[in-house]
């Protein structure tokens, strides 16, 4: 790309979205204005006082847009709420209608379903099963089978399964538990002014005889937010049973469906039967852990009687007697206190923990609301130490921590270890109550997310590596990094120091040294194997299998990685390099190359660049490039002065100076080809490039190559495309070309003209526009189609097929735009 031909294209104005550009005013006979079709495939056009929106053929689509529906991004998924001619209609993201615009109101505010209005009468519809039921005075939902449903001024149920009512319209309304896990096969209804029940097979299931609110509304066999005369009640539905309290507050419904009683200030349980399951001779009748942060979901409640406490269960009555000071249920353990100890107990009875400590709790004790999640490990208190219990193996940790807290093993993983904390220092367990370290580190974390075994621990901010079956340290914290090998096998890299001073080692999972700490220099070969170099003692370097562990000694003492598996630099001097095959144990060259670590720009000898994954390296030798294969062949010799690595798809480029007499040097033009992956020029054509600079940017535009030559009137640049193969799609004969699109389009332009041409070379707009309206930011979908383009001082919209549009209203077909930058 040349300077002129990147302000050039700078000119190309970036456009509104649709639907965004309005003007404030539009009179009869002003030009009609226009504005960029947007990815949805409709833009917004104002002819006259009239302002509306057209689809990609040109035709009136609607007139205003109202609202967004979610975030489906599916071609048939709603996009939003429209209007045309005054009638609301909801379009899918095609452009397609979800509904057609011929309602007179659409409210998208219940989600999965939407109440529409047409010809002054209600229905609701659904984006997948459609329209639910017919048009009625007004509709509501209740469980998608049922729907209340008003003809005149009267309610009824109807049943869409029978296309019925199910309950005839002659109630006032209606109330329904829409929230409740299980639906209920009734409903509340309203006649004359009080409230009933109303099963759906259109049946009286309580008199009329309530107030009603709603609130406490449940799906089962108790209504309990009745009230008469003012005063609370919970009537059982099959017997028509009322129960009261005996202030004016209302009964408790326990958990499993029980309902508490109070009867002079004493209470009870009643239950599913309405029949009595305790008798009001309790003083309370809670659920466990009532109004607290550790909240609860069970089977159990908490008696009291004689200011004690005890636990009831569901079809089981009194689990354990009211003898205790406090209780405290988690799933099915009881945290049980007499005289300020607390003990641990199970269903049966049966004492886990005696009652000797200030304080029992669920581990995850203040995060309880969320449920313990099958996790049976409780936290015990002695004054201000804390202990672990593990009630499915019995372990017992007596009290020694200062905090105690559940950890994932991943970041943003579940819960799956116990960390205790005393003065800093970590001991860590598994859910069965296994220690797996010990007080003694400040930190830790896993070596290998996959097992516990191995831990990296942390002692005055140096590392070493703990082994959780042995419960023994194998590498001594001393290190300030422990690292991976390639390869990920039984091998571990020690690192200590810092940038320009580092000493790299080798220990084995067992804790024993392979390789002394006394290389300078580490890198990755081939991604399975490691490389260590330069030793301070002298030793050679090393290469590692990282996943055999096998070690290989070099025969010298400085190494490179080229990023190949089979191949390194090796040199003795760190100054002249030799490359090598470890598995051969020999050179794979003559040659003699600078090895890079030393290399100052003065040092004599060829410079060898990392091999691609395509087996070349570009070698310099003299100033001058050239491409080596992995047995040490030239496969092209050193004649390029600059060169680019091979791109993903196997293409490299090679250039060359102009000679001193040829006119264009003065420019700083180079002469370049593109080389493929056996290390040949792709074509035989030599294109002509800028010197300023030679990055990627510049030769390779996605999947395809820039070529370029010289205008033989004017010496600039003229710019085309070819396709990886080096076949041309748009000759070199334009000052620019540039990809949109993901590389479906190209801009063209020469002088300050424009066109497009798609993705096979084709010409879809000759370059003789003065300006095209596309946004550069919406990357992907830059160039749409119906495009708003500029010639002959007019405004048009053209198709993908270079055709000017005709737009619905506008006979002209011409517009004023808005071409401020975005």
Not at 272 to 301: C, K, M, Q, W
Not at 419 to 438: H, I, M, N
Not at 626 to 638: C, I, Q, R, Y
């Amino acid at each position: 790309m040349s300077k002129r031909c990147a302000v050039l294209w700078c000119s190309v104005l970036a456009a509104a979205l649709a639907g965004i550009i309005a003007p404030a005013s539009a009179q009869e006979g002003t030009p009609a204005r226009a504005a960029r079709f947007n990815g949805h495939g409709f833009a917004q056009v104002t002819a006259g006082d009239r302002t509306f929106y057209i689809d990609r053929v040109g035709r009136r689509l609607f007139d205003r847009y109202i609202q967004d529906i979610g975030d489906a991004d599916t071609a048939a998924a709603p996009l939003g709420v429209v209007t045309k001619d005054g009638r609301y209609g909801v379009l899918a993201r095609s452009g397609g209608w979800v509904l057609p615009p011929e309602y007179q109101q659409i409210d998208t505010r219940f989600g999965a379903f939407w109440k529409v209005m047409k010809d002054g009468k209600h229905s609701l519809f659904s984006r997948d099963e459609g329209m639910l039921l017919p048009f009625f005075d007004d509709v509501g939902y209740l469980d998608g089978r049922y729907f209340d449903v008003k003809t005149g001024t009267k309610w009824g149920v109807y049943d869409r399964e029978t296309g019925q009512l199910a309950i005839p319209a002659e109630y006032d309304g209606f109330d329904y538990c829409g929230g409740c896990g299980r639906k209920s096969d009734y409903v509340y209804a309203q006649r004359d002014g009080k409230w009933g029940i109303m099963g759906f097979d259109g049946q009286v299931r309580v008199p009329f005889a309530y107030e009603h609110e709603h609130w406490g509304m449940r799906s089962e066999e108790w209504v309990r937010s009745f009230s008469k005369n003012g005063r609370p009640v919970v009537v059982h539905i099959p017997t028509g049973k009322e129960f009261s309290a005996d202030g004016r507050d209302p009964l408790e419904i326990l958990a499993g469906g029980e309902l508490v009683v109070q009867v002079n200030g004493r209470y009870g349980l009643i239950g599913h039967d309405a029949n009595e399951i305790l008798p009001t001779e309790y003083e309370r009748i809670t659920v466990p852990n009532a109004n607290d942060f550790r909240g609860y979901h069970g089977s159990y409640a908490i008696v009291e009687k004689g200011g004690r406490k005890g636990v009831y269960q569901r079809d089981k009555g009194v689990l354990i007697p009211p003898q205790w000071d406090d209780v405290n249920v988690y799933d099915d353990y009881f945290a049980l206190a007499k005289d300020g100890r607390w003990g641990l107990y199970d269903t049966t009875g049966r004492e886990l923990l005696p009652p000797s400590y200030t304080a029992v709790t669920h581990v995850n004790d203040y995060f309880y609301s969320s449920g313990s999640k099958g996790i049976t490990i409780f936290k015990t208190r002695q004054k201000a130490l804390y202990g672990l219990y593990f009630a499915e193996t019995g372990q017992v940790v007596s009290p020694k921590f200062h905090e105690i807290d559940l950890a994932s093993l991943t970041y943003d993983g579940p819960d799956a270890v116990v960390v205790g904390e005393y003065q800093g220092e970590k001991a860590v367990y598994d859910f069965a109550g296994r220690e797996l370290l010990s007080l003694g580190y400040e930190a830790w974390s896993l070596w290998d997310t996959s097992s516990l075994r191995y831990f990296v621990v942390t002692k005055a901010d140096k590392r070493g590596l703990y082994d959780t079956e042995l419960q023994r340290e194998i590498i001594p914290p001393g290190f300030d990094q422990l690292r991976k090998l390639p390869g990920s096998g039984p091998m571990v890299l020690t690192v200590n120091g810092d940038y320009g001073d580092y000493r790299y080692g080798i220990r084995r999972m067992d804790g024993q040294e392979a390789v002394p700490a006394e290389y300078t220099v580490y890198d990755s070969v081939g991604g399975t194997f490691a490389l260590l170099s330069g030793a301070r003692n002298g030793d050679p370097a090393i290469l590692i299998d990282g996943q055999g562990g096998v070690v290989t000694r070099l025969p010298a003492q400085y190494a490179q990685s080229v990023r190949h598996p089979g191949l390194v630099l090796i040199s003795d001097d760190s100054l002249r390099a030799q490359l090598y095959s470890p598995a051969l144990g020999k050179s794979v060259s003559n040659s003699k190359f600078t090895f890079a670590y030393a290399y100052d720009g003065g040092t004599e000898g060829a410079v060898l660049e990392r091999f691609s994954s395509f087996g070349l390296a570009w070698v310099r030798v003299d100033g001058r490039y050239g491409l080596l294969d992995t047995a040490g062949n030239w496969v092209k010799e050193a004649v390029y002065d600059r060169v680019l690595n091979f791109n993903a798809h196997g293409v490299a480029v090679g250039a060359r100076y102009f000679p001193a007499s040829d006119w264009r040097s003065q420019v700083g033009y180079v002469a370049y080809q593109f080389i493929g992956r056996d290390g040949q020029p792709v074509s035989n054509e030599v294109y002509t490039g800028p010197n300023a600079f030679l990055m990627d940017m510049d030769y390779f535009v996605g999947d395809h190559l820039i070529i370029r030559t010289t205008d033989e009137q004017t010496g600039g640049l003229l710019a085309g495309i070819a396709d990886n193969t080096g076949q041309v799609l748009i000759p070199p004969k334009y000052d620019g070309v540039e990809a949109f699109n993901n590389g479906a389009y190209f801009l063209l332009s020469v002088g300050y003209k424009f066109g497009i041409a798609d993705r096979s070379g084709q010409i879809i707009l000759p370059v003789e526009f003065d300006n095209l309206l596309l946004n550069r930011y919406e990357k992907g979908t830059e160039i749409t189609f119906p495009m708003l383009c500029y010639r002959n001082g007019e405004w048009q919209y053209y198709t993908d097929k270079g055709e000017v549009l005709q737009v619905e209203g506008v006979p002209t077909g011409t517009f004023t735009v808005n071409t401020g930058l975005w």
